[in-house]
């Protein structure tokens, strides 16, 4: 339904927009200003254009953890949306039992994030944690604090745990908005399991799925607080993921100019890889 | 209140919705909106009730040009074809709502309603909710919203679309006792013929955004302007036959051949379509002037009380309104008559040059 | 091939029903003959989409057996039925061409290329489809995208039956014809047993040779169109079929007949003797508006009735008539006289309906019946 036009709707939207301006445009300008110019304090600053860019850019760190990242956003997805796509189709639809599960799918979503990492960390310890313990008695040799893969299979672990229900609630909303019908003419039709995902379940959650994979791609392209709890990127680099980089580069080691300019660079990667998904998920629609 | 529209026009992405629309409708009246799915009717109810702005052209309500007025300020009720009532209240609260709006007393709104609910027959549902009530029920309880409001303006978008066949009979005729002694414009959009003379008032017929005639419904009926109006405005399609007259003798497609009757005599020599309606074949002759055809049946689709049979010979196809059952197996080879008479003559751009007069004198 | 039987079936959407009213279908039993073409016709809520369901395998009855061909199949499933059905909403598979659609149930049964691509194209002229198979189905109108749901049933060689739910509701009114027109074509040429879910009565009639009359969970009447037009045997399939539906009268026995108000209705002797031997509650005439004889003037044995409407339909007219308190309503032809202000009017015997407790009743003997 088309709405009349008038402009008092943008008398409404003013104060979120000045908010989302200093809590946002304002700062992101500032880490524009930095990363052209090198400053030392208010009254010592010189232009640098580009210089800082070029610096970020050839750093063989920040090679190795965007390498680290993609690696990781990749894993993350090719677990968590194939994963969240069988939960949600198994999922009860009617009764007490949906509810419930409802509930159940949602608490790990709640959880604040440095939270979760230390329930694994402990969790996994291999002298005290439930798991660590139990897997180290099996004769499974398990030691996210010295072993590198350990630590990725641990991290990647947490990351599926935390948010495969996002990706399952989505893909349930998608499913239940499938009228019955396409269910019962498939029947009839004599078609297996597979050729109703195939060509009515799956065909239907797209819109769904898109979000789905744009949120958890973006959302794990930023990781933060969990490897960082659990490992604080180790052992050695091999959990040091862009943005714990970034944070050292920034807060540890005071390099502003870089910092700043590595941010703009993520940002648009971010950008670039969110849009390459986004293009790929609709250009069927464009038919 | 008088409704006018001026050269309305729309155009949404480039695409025309509504093409130079004028219309007026007087106070008291039933208009009916007739044209097949797509054709602008909703679209045009929608300028009429100001949820649209046109491109160009006026709105006037009363004389006052509404154009840019919010559909809010307007005095308009509409009923959709979903049966749109707020599922958590009450049918009496639902049919309140617009009177609560408009903040009148306890007792005006009691009354009110009670009046409206009885007029609409759902007097006994007051309390119950929309979704325990069958479908016509519902579209009854959002029907009564609209009305209760004593809107200047109703518009009703193929409210009765998705009720029963018996249903809408039941509640057409409803509406026509409705809206009797008011003086709201009624506005009724239609995709079926059928229902657009069972209205009676007046009829607008579009097509593609585009008014095709307006008017009188019995007039917009037995004269329409053109083929378009003629094949719109009729259930099943009217039969078209090209043809031409030359001098005292008229031939369709060259093959039949039967010379001017009085009535044909004044329209002159030239290339012509000619109409014939499906209730006027018959298969046995009533006239002496009647034309004979032989054709063979492509189908009979028999009713209890009548048959549609579709016939064809090598030049055209024709399909009979017949009363009565008549069964016929496919590929019977049979004899139609066409009373010359009531022949419609369009010309070659599709425009009224002629229409059958009536034999009986019409009752006012 | 199938004839579809119906034995005690009855059906409850709850598991204790306590009373007829828990019931969606009343007991019946009921048998759809090989290869007919039959139409369920009733008003919304009737249920006759539960009893579709319930032929199909989407639904299990709870009490009583369906069989076809006289197998008991209550427990198989649709896939197992042989069983093709069309829905109210066209059903076509999004991310396929038509073709693809067309061949889906075949690739599931496993049939090979060859001669998939034989049946998808057979069908296709049928449906006159063939312009658009290469087309993605999801661009299709609403009409070719139904014809395209009627495909995929038509496209198996081991369909039995079709059961279509109401399958021209989307559709718009100037293709409805050549949509039904088709559904009759594809009727003769496949002989299939076809069974048509409607509450339109004029579909039901154009389509099916017999009609099942619905009415609360039962078949109040099963017969061709003209039966259920010249004799309906409740009134409610008076009432419901025709437009407008029969008129119907409450009357009080009198001598030599009925009558209502000053109005007296003779009754055949036959007649009569039935409605001496029957015990009712409610008794009532029925006539149906075509069959009410209008004269040109004032006639002897001719009733008078106010004219109190006129409705003009184009091809022919509805006059409401007020007869003795009564509301009456007549169809007439075009070029019928329209009577002013009074209308002398008559009830032909042959027509007249007599209704004892909703039901028809009928002299013993058929001499006493005179046919049309």
């Not at chain 2, 009717?41 to 004389?63: E, V, W, Y």
């Not at chain 2, 009548?306 to 090598?314: I, P, Q, S, Y």
């Not at chain 3, 489809?129 to 139904?146: C, F, H, T, Y």
């Not at chain 3, 008794?283 to 209008?294: A, D, N, S, Y």
Request: charged fraction near 20%.
């Amino acid at each position: 339904m088309r709405k009349v036009q008038n402009n008092k709707a943008w008398w409404l939207v003013l104060p979120v927009f000045l908010l989302v301006a200093f809590s946002a445009i304002i700062p992101m300008m500032t880490v524009v200003n930095y990363s052209l110019q090198d400053i030392f304090d208010q009254s010592n600053r010189y232009f640098v254009g580009t210089d800082w860019f070029r610096q970020v850019l050839q750093d063989p760190r920040l090679h190795d953890s965007l390498l680290r990242q993609f690696i990781y956003s990749g894993c993350v997805l090719l677990i968590e949306i194939p994963l969240g796509i069988a939960i949600a189709l198994t999922m009860p639809t009617k009764g007490r039992w949906s509810s419930l599960c409802l509930i159940v799918m949602t608490i790990p979503l709640l959880i604040p994030f440095n939270v979760v990492g230390t329930i694994w960390q402990i969790f996994g310890r291999a002298d005290i944690g439930l798991m660590g313990y139990a897997l180290n008695k099996v004769g499974i040799s398990y030691n996210y604090a010295a072993n590198a893969s350990d630590a990725w299979v641990t991290v990647l672990v947490i990351d599926v745990w935390h948010w495969t229900s996002l990706v399952a609630l989505l893909c349930y909303s998608g499913l239940r908005a499938i009228p019955d019908v396409y269910y019962q003419a498939a029947r009839i039709d004599r078609a297996s399991g597979w050729a109703v995902f195939r060509h009515i379940q799956l065909p239907k959650m797209k819109s769904v799925l898109l979000i789905a994979v744009m949120l958890r791609f973006m959302d794990s392209f930023m990781i933060y607080t969990e490897p960082f709890v659990l490992t604080g990127g180790g052992p050695g680099n091999s959990t040091t993921f862009l943005s714990q980089t970034l944070t050292t580069m920034a807060l540890g080691q005071f390099d502003l100019g870089p910092a700043a300019a590595f941010s703009l660079v993520y940002f648009l990667i971010i950008l670039l890889v969110s849009w390459v998904f986004y293009t790929a998920m609709t250009h069927g629609e464009k038919n | 209140m008088s409704l006018t529209l001026e050269h309305v026009s729309r155009a949404v992405d480039g695409q025309t919705w509504i093409d130079d629309a004028s219309l007026s409708f007087e106070p008291g009246s039933f208009n009916v909106l007739l044209g097949r799915t797509l054709s602008g009717k909703t679209s045009l109810m929608r300028l009429m009730a100001g949820l649209d702005k046109p491109d160009s052209g006026r709105i006037l309500m009363n004389g006052k040009d509404v154009t840019q007025t919010a559909v809010r300020h307007r005095n308009v009720s509409m009923v959709y074809q979903q049966f749109i009532n707020y599922p958590s209240m009450t049918v009496f609260e639902n049919i309140a709502s617009p009177l609560r709006q408009a903040g009148e007393s306890r007792e005006v709104i009691h009354s009110r309603v009670h009046e409206t609910a009885k007029m609409l027959r759902i007097e006994r549902f007051l309390q119950r909710y929309p979704l325990e009530l069958s479908g016509g029920q519902q579209q009854r309880t959002a029907m009564a919203r609209a009305l209760v409001k004593d809107a200047e303006l109703i518009l009703f978008d193929e409210p009765l679309v998705n009720l029963d066949y018996k249903l809408r009979e039941e509640l057409r005729q409803e509406m026509r006792e409705l809206f009797e002694a008011r003086h709201t414009i009624a506005i009724y959009a239609t995709t079926e013929p059928n229902e657009a003379l069972a209205l009676g008032g007046t009829t607008t017929i579009l097509h593609e955004g585009r008014i095709v005639q307006s008017g009188k419904t019995p007039e917009v009926y037995h004269q329409p302007k053109t083929v378009l109006a003629a094949e719109l405005f009729s259930e099943p399609p009217i039969n078209l036959m090209p043809g031409r007259i030359d001098g005292n003798e008229v031939s369709f497609a060259n093959f039949v051949h039967f010379p001017l009757n009085v009535d044909l005599r004044k329209v002159g020599d030239g290339q012509f379509r000619f109409g014939v309606r499906p209730s006027h074949l018959s298969l046995v002759p009533s006239n002496d002037d009647d034309l004979e055809l032989a054709v063979t049946v492509e189908l009979a689709e028999i009713s209890g009380s009548e048959t549609f049979l579709h016939v064809r010979n090598e030049h055209f196809s024709l399909v009979l309104h017949l009363p009565g059952v008549h069964a016929y197996d496919v590929d019977a080879a049979i004899r139609v008559y066409i009373p010359t008479h009531k022949l419609f003559v369009f010309d070659e751009q599709g425009r009224l040059i002629q229409a059958p007069g009536l034999r009986m004198a019409r009752v006012a | 091939m199938a004839e579809i039987r119906l034995q005690n079936l009855a059906h409850s959407y709850s598991s204790a029903p306590s009373g007829p009213d828990d019931y969606a279908i009343r007991e019946m039993s009921h048998i759809w003959e090989q290869g007919g073409a039959y139409a369920l016709l009733g008003p919304s809520g009737c249920g006759k989409s539960t009893l579709l369901n319930i032929i199909s395998g989407l639904l299990s009855p709870s009490e009583g057996q369906v069989m076809f061909d006289s197998k008991v199949v209550n427990d198989l499933t649709p896939e197992k039925r042989n069983i093709a059905q069309v829905f109210q909403f066209p059903v076509v598979y999004d991310t396929m061409t038509v073709y693809d659609n067309l061949a889906f149930p075949l690739r599931n049964q496993g049939m090979d290329e060859k001669r998939i691509q034989a049946k998808v194209q057979e069908i296709a002229e049928v449906l006159d489809l063939q312009a658009v198979l290469k087309n993605k189905a999801k661009n299709l109108s609403a009409d070719e995208k139904q014809k395209v749901s009627m495909g995929r049933g038509l496209v198996r060689d081991d369909v039995s039956a079709i059961l279509f739910d109401e399958p021209l509701t989307v559709i718009d009114p100037h293709l409805k014809w050549k949509l039904r027109r088709k559904l009759k074509q594809i009727h003769e040429q496949f002989n299939i047993t076809m069974v048509y879910v409607t509450h339109d009565q004029l579909e039901a009639s154009t389509f099916a040779d017999k009609i099942a009359v619905m009415y609360g969970g039962q078949i109040v009447q099963f017969g061709t169109p003209r039966e259920l037009f010249e004799k309906p045997s409740h009134t409610f399939v008076g009432y419901f079929i025709g437009s407008p539906g029969m008129n119907l009268i409450e009357v009080t026995p009198q001598d030599g007949g009925v009558g209502f108000g000053d109005i007296h209705l003779p009754l055949s002797k036959g007649l009569q003797r039935k409605l001496a031997g029957t015990e009712w509650s409610s008794l009532k005439v029925g006539i149906r508006p075509e069959f009410i004889h209008v004269w040109d003037g004032p006639y002897d044995d001719a009733m008078c009735a106010d004219v109190t409407y006129v409705e003009d339909l184009g091809t022919y007219k509805i006059l409401t008539l007020n007869l003795a308190g009564q509301s009456l309503k007549v169809r007439l032809q075009e070029d019928k006289p329209v009577p002013q202000g009074q209308a002398w009017i008559s009830f032909p015997g042959q027509w007249l309906m007599l209704y004892a407790d909703e039901y028809l009743l009928q002299a013993d003997s058929d001499s006493e019946v005179p046919h049309a």
